[in-house]
C-alpha cells in the first residue's frame, strides 16, 4: 500500500472552488485536509468516527432518510477511493451500490 498523499491529486490550493474540483476529481473528501489544516490520517479518523456515528443514528432511526443514506455514501466513497487494494474487493463495491439503492429507497426526509 501506498500512502494516501501519493494516491490523492496534488492540492491546486484551499479554496472552496480547487477543494472541489479536487473532491470531484478523486472522489474523496480527503484531499480537503490541507483547506482543513489537518493531516491525512486525522482527517481519515474524522471520517470513520463521522460514519460510524451517522450510521448508530440510522440504526436507531433517527437520521433513517435519503439525506443519511447519502451522507454515509459518500463518507465510505472518500475512504473506498483511497482505498487501494485494501478496499478493491467485491464486498466493497457491492456496498457503494447499495448505498446508492438505500439513498433512492429510503423517505426523503
Known amino acids: 500500500l501506498e500512502p ?3 494516491v490523492l491529486p496534488a492540492s491546486s490550493g484551499t479554496t472552496a472552488a480547487s477543494v472541489w474540483a479536487a473532491f470531484v476529481g478523486s472522489k474523496s473528501l480527503l484531499v480537503a ?3 482543513l ?4 490520517d486525522t482527517l481519515a479518523h474524522a471520517i470513520a468516527a463521522a460514519g ?3 450510521g448508530a443514528l440510522v440504526a436507531c432511526g433517527v437520521a433513517g432518510n435519503s439525506v443519511g443514506f447519502a ?10 477511493s483511497v482505498g487501494q487494494t485494501f478496499l478493491s474487493f467485491q464486498w466493497d463495491i457491492l456496498l457503494l451500490e447499495v448505498g446508492v439503492l ?3 429507497y429510503a423517505p426523503a426526509l
Do not use: R
Open 52 to 54: 460510524v456515528v451517522l
Open 102 to 104: 438505500a439513498v433512492l
Open 71 to 80: 451522507c454515509l455514501w459518500v463518507l465510505y466513497l472518500s475512504l473506498f
Open 33 to 35: 485536509h490541507e483547506a
Open 4 to 6: 494516501v498523499t501519493a
Open 37 to 40: 489544516g489537518v493531516d491525512v
